[in-house]
Each structure stands twice: as C-alpha cells, then as structure tokens.
Nanobody
C-alpha cells in the first residue's frame, strides 16, 4: 500500500512564500513523474508543476517564475517552493505521482491535499 502525504499548507499574506512537501511511503520501488495540482473552491483541479525522474520540469503559466518544483529521490519526496503568492493561489494543493509499487507496475497515486490560503 502506497500513501502520498502532503504537508506545508498554511495561511500566508500576499507576497509571501511557502514550501509544500509530499512524501511517498509504503512499498515504493521507484517513482517516475511527480506533480502538484491545485483545486480552488468551485473550480476544477489543475496542474501546477511536474517533474520527471530525470529532473525535467514543466509549469503552468500561472506558476512560471514564481513556483519551483524539485524532488529528493532518496526520500521519495517532492517539493513545491512558492514565492510571490497571490490571493488567486488559494487552493487545496494535491500531490500526484506515478509509482512502481508492490504489484511491480506503475500506478498513479494522489495525496489527500494540503490547504494554502493567501490572504491579508
């Protein structure tokens, strides 16, 4: 059984910074793509940033230049460093990963989310 557990969500003022973390636990043989998504109230879940196992990254336009995704493969952890936060960044942030688990096949997993609120 694999779990993705996010942490780091908080209330932050506009212009502030926050770092989110997501760690995969359980039977994890390897991890390919890892990503952060977010879902604002009343809106669909959308991709924020992705990072491949080789370190290649991709960002949504809204995150470009403000957010940085990086990973520590030794800890099965992905991070999202967010700077210059805006009220429109308020959302539940979800971790997603393609993990080779005890079935010896890659399966897609989601975390339960962590709430980021940007408000003065």
């Amino acid at each position: 059984q694999v779990q993705l557990v996010e942490s780091g969500g908080d209330l932050v003022q506009p212009g502030g910074s926050l770092r989110l973390s997501c760690t995969a636990s359980g039977t994890v043989f390897s991890i390919n793509n890892m990503a952060w998504f977010r879902q604002a109230p009343g809106e669909e879940r959308v991709m924020v940033a992705t990072i491949m196992s080789n370190g290649i990254t991709d960002y949504a336009d809204s995150a470009m230049g403000r957010f940085t995704i990086f990973r520590d493969n030794t800890k099965n952890t992905v991070y999202l460093q967010m700077t210059s936060l805006k009220p429109e960044d308020t959302a539940v942030y979800y971790c997603n990963a393609d993990i080779r688990d005890s079935t010896d096949q890659f399966r897609n997993y989601w975390g339960k989310g962590t709430l980021v609120t940007v408000s003065s």
